[in-house]
Protein backbone atom coordinates (compact mmCIF):
# COMPACT_ATOMS: atom_id res chain seq x y z
CA UNK A 1 0.00 0.00 0.00
CA UNK A 2 1.15 3.38 -0.63
CA UNK A 3 2.02 5.68 2.30
CA UNK A 4 -0.50 8.51 0.85
CA UNK A 5 -2.91 5.82 0.62
CA UNK A 6 -2.34 4.58 3.99
CA UNK A 7 -2.57 8.22 5.74
CA UNK A 8 -5.67 9.03 3.42
CA UNK A 9 -7.01 7.56 7.20
CA UNK A 10 -5.70 10.30 9.08
CA UNK A 11 -7.62 13.32 9.89
CA UNK A 12 -4.60 15.63 10.25
CA UNK A 13 -0.95 15.20 9.72
CA UNK A 14 2.05 16.61 8.53
CA UNK A 15 4.34 15.04 5.61
CA UNK A 16 7.82 15.91 4.61
CA UNK A 17 9.17 13.78 2.02
CA UNK A 18 8.00 11.04 -0.49
CA UNK A 19 4.38 10.20 -0.18
CA UNK A 20 4.75 7.30 -3.22
CA UNK A 21 6.68 5.09 -1.49
CA UNK A 22 5.47 1.45 -0.88
CA UNK A 23 4.33 0.13 2.56
CA UNK A 24 5.68 -3.60 3.18
CA UNK A 25 4.37 -3.62 6.79
CA UNK A 26 3.94 -1.26 10.33
CA UNK A 27 5.79 -1.80 13.31
CA UNK A 28 5.86 0.41 16.87
CA UNK A 29 8.42 -1.51 18.43
CA UNK A 30 12.13 -0.77 16.21
CA UNK A 31 13.01 -4.24 16.72
CA UNK A 32 10.81 -5.68 14.86
CA UNK A 33 11.16 -3.00 11.30
CA UNK A 34 11.96 -4.78 8.33
CA UNK A 35 13.22 -2.84 4.97
CA UNK A 36 10.03 -1.57 3.49
CA UNK A 37 8.35 -0.90 7.03
CA UNK A 38 6.87 2.27 8.50
CA UNK A 39 7.82 3.00 11.61
CA UNK A 40 5.07 4.67 14.36
CA UNK A 41 6.71 6.25 17.67
CA UNK A 42 4.77 5.95 20.62
CA UNK A 43 4.98 7.31 23.81
CA UNK A 44 5.19 4.67 26.40
CA UNK A 45 4.56 4.11 29.65
CA UNK A 46 8.21 3.24 30.43
CA UNK A 47 9.90 3.61 27.04
CA UNK A 48 9.81 6.53 24.48
CA UNK A 49 9.53 5.18 20.56
CA UNK A 50 11.01 8.49 19.80
CA UNK A 51 14.05 7.58 21.03
CA UNK A 52 14.43 4.70 18.83
CA UNK A 53 14.04 5.94 15.45
CA UNK A 54 17.72 6.04 14.31
CA UNK A 55 17.07 2.51 15.59
CA UNK A 56 14.23 1.65 12.69
CA UNK A 57 15.75 3.71 9.99
CA UNK A 58 19.00 1.56 10.71
CA UNK A 59 16.42 -1.83 10.46
CA UNK A 60 15.45 -0.56 7.16
CA UNK A 61 12.00 1.88 7.62
CA UNK A 62 11.39 3.91 5.04
CA UNK A 63 8.91 6.14 6.76
CA UNK A 64 8.36 7.40 10.51
CA UNK A 65 5.61 8.56 11.88
CA UNK A 66 5.16 10.54 15.16
CA UNK A 67 5.14 13.02 17.69
CA UNK A 68 8.72 15.22 16.99
CA UNK A 69 11.41 14.41 15.31
CA UNK A 70 13.86 16.70 16.84
CA UNK A 71 17.91 15.73 16.23
CA UNK A 72 16.51 13.74 13.18
CA UNK A 73 19.44 13.79 10.06
CA UNK A 74 18.60 12.62 7.07
CA UNK A 75 16.74 12.68 3.75
CA UNK A 76 13.88 10.88 5.31
CA UNK A 77 10.07 10.59 5.04
CA UNK A 78 8.58 11.83 8.00
CA UNK A 79 5.11 12.49 9.37
CA UNK A 80 4.18 14.14 11.89
CA UNK A 81 0.92 13.63 14.18
CA UNK A 82 -0.49 15.40 16.95
CA UNK A 83 -1.26 11.77 18.39
CA UNK A 84 1.13 8.47 17.76
CA UNK A 85 -1.53 6.23 19.35
CA UNK A 86 -4.47 7.40 17.83
CA UNK A 87 -2.79 7.46 14.43
CA UNK A 88 -1.55 3.85 14.83
CA UNK A 89 -5.25 3.01 15.42
CA UNK A 90 -6.32 4.63 12.31
CA UNK A 91 -3.35 2.91 10.17
CA UNK A 92 -3.78 -0.51 11.65
CA UNK A 93 -7.40 -0.50 10.73
CA UNK A 94 -6.71 0.74 6.98
CA UNK A 95 -3.67 -1.54 6.34
CA UNK A 96 -5.46 -4.56 7.58
CA UNK A 97 -8.26 -3.85 5.63
CA UNK A 98 -10.60 -2.94 8.09
CA UNK A 99 -10.48 -6.11 9.70
CA UNK A 100 -13.56 -5.69 12.12
CA UNK A 101 -16.28 -5.69 9.30
CA UNK A 102 -18.49 -8.62 9.27
CA UNK A 103 -17.15 -9.49 12.28
CA UNK A 104 -19.31 -8.84 15.96
CA UNK A 105 -17.06 -7.32 18.41
CA UNK A 106 -17.71 -7.35 21.97
CA UNK A 107 -15.70 -5.42 24.71
CA UNK A 108 -16.49 -6.42 27.74
CA UNK A 109 -14.53 -3.97 30.64
CA UNK A 110 -14.29 -3.75 34.12
CA UNK A 111 -12.23 -4.56 37.38
CA UNK A 112 -13.10 -8.05 37.84
CA UNK A 113 -15.08 -10.56 35.86
CA UNK A 114 -13.89 -9.89 32.28
CA UNK A 115 -12.04 -13.31 32.13
CA UNK A 116 -14.99 -15.35 33.51
CA UNK A 117 -17.71 -13.88 31.89
CA UNK A 118 -15.45 -14.00 28.63
CA UNK A 119 -15.43 -17.99 28.71
CA UNK A 120 -18.88 -17.90 29.37
CA UNK A 121 -20.05 -16.17 26.40
CA UNK A 122 -17.81 -18.36 24.25
CA UNK A 123 -19.15 -21.42 25.32
CA UNK A 124 -22.84 -19.42 25.07
CA UNK A 125 -22.24 -18.66 21.60
CA UNK A 126 -20.48 -21.71 20.35
CA UNK A 127 -23.63 -23.97 21.54
CA UNK A 128 -25.62 -21.18 19.86
CA UNK A 129 -24.18 -22.27 16.61
CA UNK A 130 -21.49 -19.17 16.14
CA UNK A 131 -17.57 -19.28 15.35
CA UNK A 132 -16.49 -17.15 18.39
CA UNK A 133 -13.15 -15.84 19.05
CA UNK A 134 -11.46 -14.29 22.24
CA UNK A 135 -9.01 -11.98 22.78
CA UNK A 136 -8.13 -11.59 26.85
CA UNK A 137 -5.89 -11.56 29.69
CA UNK A 138 -5.41 -16.05 29.55
CA UNK A 139 -4.56 -15.89 25.93
CA UNK A 140 -6.15 -15.11 22.11
CA UNK A 141 -7.80 -18.17 20.80
CA UNK A 142 -10.24 -19.46 17.79
CA UNK A 143 -11.34 -22.19 16.55
CA UNK A 144 -8.77 -24.57 18.21
CA UNK A 145 -5.93 -22.03 17.55
CA UNK A 146 -4.25 -20.22 20.84
CA UNK A 147 -2.22 -17.47 20.76
CA UNK A 148 -0.25 -16.73 23.58
CA UNK A 149 -1.48 -13.00 25.84
CA UNK A 150 1.15 -10.80 26.50
CA UNK A 151 -1.37 -8.27 27.44
CA UNK A 152 -5.41 -8.29 28.21
CA UNK A 153 -5.98 -5.88 25.17
CA UNK A 154 -2.95 -6.01 22.37
CA UNK A 155 -1.27 -2.89 20.80
CA UNK A 156 -3.87 -1.69 18.26
CA UNK A 157 -1.69 -3.07 15.43
CA UNK A 158 -1.45 -6.49 16.82
CA UNK A 159 -5.00 -5.93 17.25
CA UNK A 160 -6.06 -5.41 13.73
CA UNK A 161 -3.86 -8.48 12.64
CA UNK A 162 -5.41 -10.85 14.97
CA UNK A 163 -8.70 -9.77 13.98
CA UNK A 164 -7.62 -10.17 10.19
CA UNK A 165 -6.44 -13.50 11.17
CA UNK A 166 -9.88 -14.36 13.54
CA UNK A 167 -11.76 -13.05 10.62
CA UNK A 168 -10.38 -14.85 7.34
CA UNK A 169 -10.55 -18.17 9.13
CA UNK A 170 -14.59 -17.83 9.32
CA UNK A 171 -14.54 -16.46 12.91
CA UNK A 172 -18.02 -14.64 13.29
CA UNK A 173 -17.77 -12.85 16.78
CA UNK A 174 -14.67 -11.40 19.00
CA UNK A 175 -15.64 -11.39 22.16
CA UNK A 176 -12.80 -8.75 23.78
CA UNK A 177 -11.46 -8.17 27.25
CA UNK A 178 -10.90 -4.51 27.10
CA UNK A 179 -8.39 -3.14 29.15
CA UNK A 180 -8.46 0.29 30.73
CA UNK A 181 -5.15 1.21 29.54
CA UNK A 182 -6.08 -0.07 26.13
CA UNK A 183 -9.20 2.30 25.87
CA UNK A 184 -6.80 4.92 27.31
CA UNK A 185 -4.27 4.64 25.15
CA UNK A 186 -6.85 4.55 22.04
CA UNK A 187 -6.04 0.85 21.10
CA UNK A 188 -9.28 0.20 20.49
CA UNK A 189 -10.08 3.59 19.04
CA UNK A 190 -10.92 2.07 15.92
CA UNK A 191 -13.21 -0.59 16.87
CA UNK A 192 -17.21 -0.14 16.03
CA UNK A 193 -18.47 -2.51 19.18
CA UNK A 194 -21.45 -4.45 18.94
CA UNK A 195 -21.93 -4.92 22.69
CA UNK A 196 -20.45 -3.32 25.19
CA UNK A 197 -20.45 -5.19 28.44
CA UNK A 198 -19.51 -3.50 32.02
CA UNK A 199 -19.11 -6.39 34.80
CA UNK A 200 -18.13 -3.84 38.00
CA UNK A 201 -15.69 -0.87 39.00
CA UNK A 202 -13.54 -1.19 42.18
CA UNK A 203 -10.04 -0.11 43.16
CA UNK A 204 -7.34 -0.74 40.54
CA UNK A 205 -4.36 0.29 38.22
CA UNK A 206 -3.71 3.89 39.93
CA UNK A 207 -0.40 3.66 39.86
CA UNK A 208 -1.83 4.69 36.24
CA UNK A 209 -4.45 6.28 36.27
CA UNK A 210 -3.71 8.10 39.71
CA UNK A 211 -7.41 8.93 40.78
CA UNK A 212 -10.41 6.43 40.77
CA UNK A 213 -12.15 9.18 38.36
CA UNK A 214 -9.45 8.92 35.70
CA UNK A 215 -9.22 4.75 36.03
CA UNK A 216 -13.59 5.19 35.65
CA UNK A 217 -12.99 7.94 32.65
CA UNK A 218 -10.98 5.75 30.60
CA UNK A 219 -13.77 2.49 31.69
CA UNK A 220 -16.54 4.85 30.51
CA UNK A 221 -14.48 5.36 27.03
CA UNK A 222 -16.04 1.92 25.83
CA UNK A 223 -19.61 2.82 26.35
CA UNK A 224 -19.43 6.60 24.99
CA UNK A 225 -17.83 4.89 21.53
CA UNK A 226 -21.40 2.87 21.62
CA UNK A 227 -23.57 4.52 18.47
CA UNK A 228 -27.24 3.68 18.34
CA UNK A 229 -28.75 2.30 15.08
CA UNK A 230 -31.64 0.88 13.65
CA UNK A 231 -32.35 -2.65 14.86
CA UNK A 232 -29.93 -5.04 14.18
CA UNK A 233 -27.62 -2.51 13.03
CA UNK A 234 -26.68 -0.26 16.11
CA UNK A 235 -24.85 -0.95 19.58
CA UNK A 236 -26.06 -2.37 22.98
CA UNK A 237 -24.96 -1.47 26.25
CA UNK A 238 -24.95 -4.62 28.81
CA UNK A 239 -24.83 -2.97 32.32
CA UNK A 240 -24.66 -4.72 35.28
CA UNK A 241 -27.06 -2.02 37.33
CA UNK A 242 -26.11 -3.23 40.81
CA UNK A 243 -22.80 -2.07 40.58
CA UNK A 244 -22.79 1.43 41.94
CA UNK A 245 -21.50 3.14 38.89
CA UNK A 246 -23.99 1.25 36.43
CA UNK A 247 -26.71 4.12 36.58
CA UNK A 248 -23.74 6.67 35.74
CA UNK A 249 -22.14 4.66 33.31
CA UNK A 250 -25.80 4.07 31.22
CA UNK A 251 -26.34 7.97 31.55
CA UNK A 252 -23.30 8.21 29.20
CA UNK A 253 -23.94 5.82 26.51
CA UNK A 254 -26.19 6.59 23.79
CA UNK A 255 -26.46 2.99 22.94
CA UNK A 256 -29.67 1.36 23.83
CA UNK A 257 -28.90 -0.42 27.66
CA UNK A 258 -29.72 -3.97 28.46
CA UNK A 259 -29.76 -4.21 32.46
CA UNK A 260 -28.75 -7.05 34.62
CA UNK A 261 -27.93 -8.00 38.46
CA UNK A 262 -30.26 -9.54 41.22
CA UNK A 263 -32.69 -6.83 41.30
CA UNK A 264 -36.76 -7.81 39.97
CA UNK A 265 -36.50 -4.52 37.96
CA UNK A 266 -33.24 -5.13 35.74
CA UNK A 267 -33.81 -6.80 32.36
CA UNK A 268 -32.28 -10.02 32.87
CA UNK A 269 -32.02 -11.05 36.59
CA UNK A 270 -31.28 -14.30 38.80
CA UNK A 271 -33.60 -15.60 41.45
CA UNK A 272 -33.40 -18.22 43.86
CA UNK A 273 -29.66 -18.04 43.55
CA UNK A 274 -28.34 -21.37 45.39
CA UNK A 275 -24.40 -22.36 45.74
CA UNK A 276 -21.87 -24.91 47.41
CA UNK A 277 -18.83 -26.67 46.59
CA UNK A 278 -20.15 -28.27 43.13
CA UNK A 279 -21.37 -24.92 41.73
CA UNK A 280 -24.19 -22.74 41.64
CA UNK A 281 -27.76 -22.75 40.84
CA UNK A 282 -30.05 -20.37 40.19
CA UNK A 283 -33.15 -19.33 37.89
CA UNK A 284 -32.40 -17.20 35.31
CA UNK A 285 -35.05 -14.25 33.97
CA UNK A 286 -35.09 -12.63 30.77
CA UNK A 287 -37.24 -10.71 29.02
CA UNK A 288 -37.84 -13.68 26.16
CA UNK A 289 -38.53 -16.19 29.13
CA UNK A 290 -37.09 -17.80 32.07
CA UNK A 291 -34.70 -20.75 32.72
CA UNK A 292 -33.23 -22.88 35.45
CA UNK A 293 -29.09 -22.50 35.16
CA UNK A 294 -26.91 -25.04 36.75
CA UNK A 295 -22.98 -23.95 36.44
CA UNK A 296 -19.47 -25.75 37.62
CA UNK A 297 -18.47 -22.44 38.28
CA UNK A 298 -18.35 -22.13 42.48
CA UNK A 299 -19.12 -18.70 44.40
CA UNK A 300 -22.25 -16.62 44.50
CA UNK A 301 -20.10 -13.76 42.98
CA UNK A 302 -20.40 -15.68 39.46
CA UNK A 303 -23.93 -14.96 39.37
CA UNK A 304 -22.70 -11.76 37.96
CA UNK A 305 -20.36 -13.42 35.47
CA UNK A 306 -22.80 -15.55 34.39
CA UNK A 307 -25.59 -12.83 33.79
CA UNK A 308 -23.61 -10.80 32.30
CA UNK A 309 -22.84 -13.35 29.46
CA UNK A 310 -26.57 -13.89 29.15
CA UNK A 311 -27.20 -10.64 28.44
CA UNK A 312 -24.94 -10.39 25.92
CA UNK A 313 -25.39 -13.55 24.20
CA UNK A 314 -29.35 -12.43 24.25
CA UNK A 315 -28.67 -9.55 22.61
CA UNK A 316 -27.02 -11.23 19.97
CA UNK A 317 -30.47 -13.54 19.35
CA UNK A 318 -29.02 -16.81 20.97
CA UNK A 319 -31.70 -18.95 22.10
CA UNK A 320 -32.35 -19.05 25.45
CA UNK A 321 -31.69 -22.36 25.66
CA UNK A 322 -28.91 -22.31 24.22
CA UNK A 323 -28.07 -20.00 26.87
CA UNK A 324 -28.49 -22.47 29.64
CA UNK A 325 -26.92 -25.08 28.09
CA UNK A 326 -23.71 -23.32 27.46
CA UNK A 327 -23.42 -21.80 31.06
CA UNK A 328 -23.78 -25.29 31.85
CA UNK A 329 -21.43 -27.04 29.35
CA UNK A 330 -18.45 -24.66 30.40
CA UNK A 331 -15.58 -25.68 33.35
CA UNK A 332 -13.63 -24.35 35.17
CA UNK A 333 -11.83 -21.21 34.07
CA UNK A 334 -8.40 -21.04 34.55
CA UNK A 335 -7.23 -19.47 37.50
CA UNK A 336 -10.42 -18.33 38.13
CA UNK A 337 -11.66 -19.78 41.94
CA UNK A 338 -9.96 -23.11 40.11
CA UNK A 339 -9.95 -26.00 42.43
CA UNK A 340 -6.81 -28.15 42.81
CA UNK A 341 -8.42 -31.60 43.11
CA UNK A 342 -6.45 -34.10 44.99
CA UNK A 343 -7.40 -37.93 46.29
CA UNK A 344 -7.19 -36.68 49.87
CA UNK A 345 -10.01 -34.43 49.73
CA UNK A 346 -8.20 -31.14 50.63
CA UNK A 347 -9.82 -27.98 49.24
CA UNK A 348 -7.27 -25.89 47.75
CA UNK A 349 -8.42 -23.23 45.49
CA UNK A 350 -5.99 -20.75 43.09
CA UNK A 351 -7.53 -17.48 42.23
CA UNK A 352 -6.74 -14.32 40.51
CA UNK A 353 -8.34 -12.21 42.94
CA UNK A 354 -5.60 -9.06 42.98
CA UNK A 355 -7.46 -5.86 44.27
CA UNK A 356 -9.45 -5.07 47.73
CA UNK A 357 -12.22 -5.51 45.80
CA UNK A 358 -11.98 -9.32 44.16
CA UNK A 359 -10.40 -10.25 47.26
CA UNK A 360 -12.85 -9.58 49.56
CA UNK A 361 -15.82 -11.28 46.91
CA UNK A 362 -13.40 -13.61 47.15
CA UNK A 363 -13.30 -14.84 50.38
CA UNK A 364 -16.64 -14.32 51.24
CA UNK A 365 -18.04 -16.55 48.67
CA UNK A 366 -15.75 -19.25 50.05
CA UNK A 367 -16.76 -18.55 53.51
CA UNK A 368 -20.05 -20.56 53.23
CA UNK A 369 -18.52 -23.30 51.51
CA UNK A 370 -16.33 -24.25 54.01
CA UNK A 371 -16.33 -26.59 56.92
CA UNK A 372 -13.14 -25.74 58.97
CA UNK A 373 -10.98 -22.58 58.38
CA UNK A 374 -10.09 -20.58 55.84
CA UNK A 375 -6.78 -19.95 54.51
CA UNK A 376 -5.53 -17.20 52.57
CA UNK A 377 -1.78 -17.23 50.23
CA UNK A 378 -1.46 -14.05 49.22
CA UNK A 379 0.77 -11.21 48.32
CA UNK A 380 0.85 -7.89 45.99
CA UNK A 381 2.68 -6.37 42.69
CA UNK A 382 6.26 -4.92 42.81
CA UNK A 383 5.75 -1.61 40.87
CA UNK A 384 1.89 -1.13 41.00
CA UNK A 385 -0.72 0.48 43.16
CA UNK A 386 0.89 0.49 46.69
CA UNK A 387 -2.17 2.07 48.06
CA UNK A 388 -4.24 -0.83 47.71
CA UNK A 389 -1.69 -2.81 49.97
CA UNK A 390 -2.74 -2.10 53.01
CA UNK A 391 -6.43 -2.76 51.94
CA UNK A 392 -5.42 -6.09 50.76
CA UNK A 393 -3.91 -6.91 53.92
CA UNK A 394 -7.13 -6.04 55.91
CA UNK A 395 -9.31 -8.03 53.49
CA UNK A 396 -7.46 -10.84 54.45
CA UNK A 397 -7.32 -10.58 58.11
CA UNK A 398 -10.88 -9.69 58.19
CA UNK A 399 -12.02 -12.75 56.72
CA UNK A 400 -9.55 -15.00 56.94
CA UNK A 401 -8.33 -17.58 59.96
CA UNK A 402 -5.17 -18.16 59.01
CA UNK A 403 -2.84 -15.54 56.70
CA UNK A 404 0.27 -16.42 54.28
CA UNK A 405 1.86 -13.25 53.59
CA UNK A 406 4.29 -13.73 50.63
CA UNK A 407 5.44 -12.18 47.08
CA UNK A 408 3.37 -11.93 44.01
CA UNK A 409 5.23 -10.25 41.26
CA UNK A 410 7.63 -8.35 43.05
CA UNK A 411 9.30 -6.77 39.76
CA UNK A 412 12.01 -3.97 40.45
CA UNK A 413 11.00 -3.77 44.69
CA UNK A 414 12.03 -5.21 47.62
CA UNK A 415 9.77 -8.44 48.45
CA UNK A 416 9.75 -7.66 52.00
CA UNK A 417 9.13 -3.85 51.65
CA UNK A 418 5.99 -5.14 49.80
CA UNK A 419 5.03 -7.60 52.41
CA UNK A 420 5.81 -4.75 55.13
CA UNK A 421 2.92 -2.39 54.01
CA UNK A 422 0.45 -5.08 53.42
CA UNK A 423 1.25 -6.56 57.08
CA UNK A 424 0.02 -2.84 58.08
CA UNK A 425 -3.48 -3.54 57.47
CA UNK A 426 -3.64 -6.79 58.73
CA UNK A 427 -2.51 -5.81 61.71
CA UNK A 428 -4.99 -3.54 61.92
CA UNK A 429 -7.61 -6.42 62.74
CA UNK A 430 -5.64 -7.76 65.14
CA UNK A 431 -4.31 -10.74 63.87
CA UNK A 432 -1.28 -11.64 65.66
CA UNK A 433 2.00 -12.54 63.88
CA UNK A 434 3.01 -16.29 64.05
CA UNK A 435 6.36 -18.54 64.14
CA UNK A 436 6.77 -19.72 60.83
CA UNK A 437 7.71 -23.20 62.96
CA UNK A 438 4.37 -23.96 63.79
CA UNK A 439 3.43 -27.53 62.49
CA UNK A 440 0.19 -29.38 62.10
CA UNK A 441 -1.74 -30.12 63.56
CA UNK A 442 -2.22 -26.64 64.07
CA UNK A 443 -5.68 -25.29 65.01
CA UNK A 444 -4.84 -21.56 65.81
CA UNK A 445 -5.50 -18.21 63.92
CA UNK A 446 -3.41 -14.88 63.04
CA UNK A 447 -0.75 -14.80 60.17
CA UNK A 448 2.79 -15.67 58.86
CA UNK A 449 5.51 -13.35 56.90
CA UNK A 450 6.92 -15.84 54.42
CA UNK A 451 8.64 -13.82 51.46
CA UNK A 452 8.92 -17.08 49.07
CA UNK A 453 5.84 -17.95 47.55
CA UNK A 454 6.48 -21.70 47.00
CA UNK A 455 7.24 -22.07 51.00
CA UNK A 456 4.43 -19.82 51.96
CA UNK A 457 1.81 -22.37 49.19
CA UNK A 458 3.80 -25.54 51.24
CA UNK A 459 3.53 -23.95 54.35
CA UNK A 460 -0.34 -23.38 54.18
CA UNK A 461 -1.22 -26.72 52.73
CA UNK A 462 0.90 -28.61 55.59
CA UNK A 463 -1.44 -26.91 57.79
CA UNK A 464 -4.97 -27.49 56.20
CA UNK A 465 -6.92 -30.68 57.11
CA UNK A 466 -9.74 -31.60 54.88
CA UNK A 467 -12.61 -29.68 56.91
CA UNK A 468 -9.86 -26.36 55.60
CA UNK A 469 -9.92 -24.22 52.12
CA UNK A 470 -6.40 -22.87 50.94
CA UNK A 471 -7.21 -20.01 48.81
CA UNK A 472 -4.27 -18.83 46.66
CA UNK A 473 -4.49 -15.70 45.55
CA UNK A 474 -3.22 -13.15 43.12
CA UNK A 475 -2.09 -14.91 40.19
CA UNK A 476 -4.25 -16.97 38.86
CA UNK A 477 -3.90 -18.65 35.61
CA UNK A 478 -0.16 -17.16 35.75
CA UNK A 479 2.81 -19.74 34.90
CA UNK A 480 5.66 -17.18 35.77
CA UNK A 481 7.07 -14.99 38.65
CA UNK A 482 8.74 -11.79 38.51
CA UNK A 483 11.14 -11.07 40.73
CA UNK A 484 13.72 -8.39 39.54
CA UNK A 485 13.88 -8.39 35.93
CA UNK A 486 13.70 -12.05 35.66
CA UNK A 487 10.70 -13.71 34.98
CA UNK A 488 10.71 -17.80 36.48
CA UNK A 489 8.08 -20.35 35.95
CA UNK A 490 5.92 -20.52 38.94
CA UNK A 491 2.50 -22.03 38.65
CA UNK A 492 0.41 -21.73 42.05
CA UNK A 493 -2.01 -24.58 40.52
CA UNK A 494 1.15 -26.96 40.37
CA UNK A 495 2.76 -25.47 43.10
CA UNK A 496 -0.43 -26.55 45.70
CA UNK A 497 -0.32 -30.22 43.82
CA UNK A 498 2.90 -30.78 45.06
CA UNK A 499 2.52 -29.24 48.41
CA UNK A 500 -0.59 -31.52 48.95
CA UNK A 501 2.04 -34.47 47.62
CA UNK A 502 4.84 -33.28 49.79
CA UNK A 503 2.51 -33.20 52.91
CA UNK A 504 1.91 -36.17 52.92
CA UNK A 505 -1.61 -36.13 50.42
CA UNK A 506 -1.49 -37.81 47.24
CA UNK A 507 -2.24 -35.79 44.57
CA UNK A 508 -4.67 -36.95 41.49
CA UNK A 509 -3.10 -37.82 38.45
CA UNK A 510 -4.95 -36.17 36.36
CA UNK A 511 -4.52 -32.57 38.52
CA UNK A 512 -3.77 -29.43 36.52
CA UNK A 513 -2.88 -31.81 33.36
CA UNK A 514 -4.87 -29.13 31.23
CA UNK A 515 -2.31 -26.47 32.22
CA UNK A 516 0.63 -28.49 31.33
CA UNK A 517 2.95 -27.09 28.20
Known amino acids: ?71 LRGNLTKVRVPNSREALSKLA ?44 TINYRYLGKTHDAPVTTPESLDLMRFLREMGDAGVTEVIMEVS ?30 KTMEEYFKAKS ?94 SLNVHLDAVAEGIERLGMVPGRLELVKNQSGLNLVVDYAHTPDALLKTL ?26 SEMGLVAGENSDLVFITSDNPRSEDPLSIIAQIEKGIQATGLIRLNNSAQRPFTGSGYFVEADRRRAIRKAVALADETDLVLIAGKGHEDYQIVGGERKRFDDRKEAARAASKAGHESSASVLMTHDE
Request: hydrophobic share 35%.
Open 180 to 209: SHALDQKRTGECPFKLGVFTNFSRDHLDYH
Open 93 to 136: ARFYDYPFRGVNLIGITGTNGKTTTSYLLESILTVGGKKPGVIG
Open 221 to 314: LLFQGLKKGKPDAGSTAVINMDDPRGEQLAALTEAPVVTYGLDQKWDVRGERLSADRTGLKARLMTPVGEVDIRSSLIGEMNIYNILAASAAAL
Open 1 to 71: MKLIHLLEGLKEYDLTGDPELEIEGLAYDSRQIKPGHLFVALQGHALNGHHYLGDAVQNGAVALIGEKFSG
Open 364 to 389: TNLRPIVDGRLITVFGCGGDRDKGKR
